[in-house]
């Protein structure tokens, strides 16, 4: 019985050393220490022993039992630090590596155009209007008759404008000047107002011209307005908006709704004013139409033209966002090519 004891733990080391997993250190367990174990088998035959083998033999099992067990526990700790540093290595994360990124969308350039315009009327006392208060489908009283235009203007004329069949009269309007005539209409002044929107005019889609474009209107009704105040306020808008202060010229023109009216020019950004292609070699780039508003359309919304006065002015986005970043096609904006957009 003693041989087969020191056997049994022979056949265990031999199994613990060669085990190469917890499972299978587990299993050994079972087997030689287990109450099912021939370990246990032999320890359960001891009573039928002779009294001078019983103790012998009893404490010899209880040794080798102690022994496989210390063995076993020996083997199971090495084999879970084997597995918990394994684990470690392969889930290792190394934070020296740059993260997936996401890409991130940017500000369409008429939207981020329009927002500095704004922003830096709104920083002279100007209050936006926004879109819903100007709507862009309108009525030709709104978008013509109100602002002075003649019935025979040619700008009412089917090739400009593009009116619609629902309705006698409705059209989309060709310009945001109708926002003029929709907020003096609610509220009194003084006003200082900005309205940005889109348009629409029935022309020939070339690389100057779309017929579908933005402007920003604004304008400034109080007492004793004067083109003095005109400007001035557009004079700081364009040292804002070109980063510098750049000479402007104020050219007389002609608009139903003021009087008198002007159109301003900057000094090309492109050639400093020596004559370039962007300029057509004048040197000045057209930027804006405004004026003094024709006390006729003060008239029209019953605003005494007597007490009040006013200026307005009304720009092109793309024309503008065209001169700011150099772009040479007004189509480039409507296109929606990635390669454009994410340039700004
Ligand atoms: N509405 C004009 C256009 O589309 C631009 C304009 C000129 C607006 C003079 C104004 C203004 O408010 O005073 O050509």
């Excluded at 920003?216 to 009704?221: P, T, W």
């Excluded at 003021?258 to 300029?279: A, F, H, L, Y």
């Amino acid at each position: 019985m003693k041989n087969r004891l020191k056997e049994i733990k022979n056949q265990a080391i031999i199994e613990i050393n060669d085990a190469k997993t917890l499972e299978e250190i587990e299993n050994i367990k079972v087997k030689f220490l287990g109450r099912k174990g021939e370990l246990n088998t032999i320890r359960r035959g001891i009573k039928d022993l002779s009294p001078e083998e019983k103790p012998v033999i009893g404490d010899l099992a209880n040794k080798i039992a102690g022994e496989i067990e210390t063995k076993i526990n020996e083997k199971h700790q090495a084999l879970y630090k084997a597995e918990i540093s394994e684990k470690l290595q392969s889930e290792k994360i190394d934070i020296t590596l740059s993260g997936a990124s996401k890409p991130f969308g940017t500000q369409h350039p008429l939207t981020s155009t329009i927002n500095d315009i704004v922003s830096i009327f709104q920083g002279m006392g100007f209050s936006l209007v926004e879109n819903i208060n100007s709507p862009e489908v309108e009525t030709e009283y709104y978008n013509f008759d109100a602002l002075n235009f003649p019935p025979d203007h040619p700008a009412k004329d089917m090739q400009d404008t593009f009116y619609t069949l629902n309705a006698p009269n409705l059209l989309l309007r060709s310009q945001t000047s109708n926002s003029q005539i929709r907020e003096m209409e609610k509220k009194s002044p003084p006003l200082r107002v900005i309205s940005p929107g889109r348009v629409y005019r029935s022309e020939a889609v070339s690389s100057r011209k779309n017929n579908l474009f933005h402007q920003v209107e604004g304008f400034m009704v109080d007492k004793d307005v004067t083109f003095g105040d005109l400007k001035g306020i557009l004079n700081e808008f364009t040292r804002q908006f070109f980063g510098q202060s750049r000479p402007t010229r104020f050219r007389t023109s002609f608009f139903p709704f003021t009087e008198p009216s002007v159109e301003i020019d900057v000094q090309c950004i492109m050639c400093q004013g020596k004559g370039c292609r962007t300029c057509s070699g004048t040197g000045w780039l057209e930027i804006l139409g405004a004026g003094m508003i024709d006390p006729n359309v003060l008239k029209n919304i019953n605003i005494d033209s007597d007490t009040y006065s006013g200026f307005a002015f009304g720009m092109g986005v793309e024309r503008l966002a065209m001169l700011k970043y150099a772009i040479n096609d007004i189509r480039l904006f409507f296109n929606n090519d990635v390669r454009f957009l994410e340039q700004f």
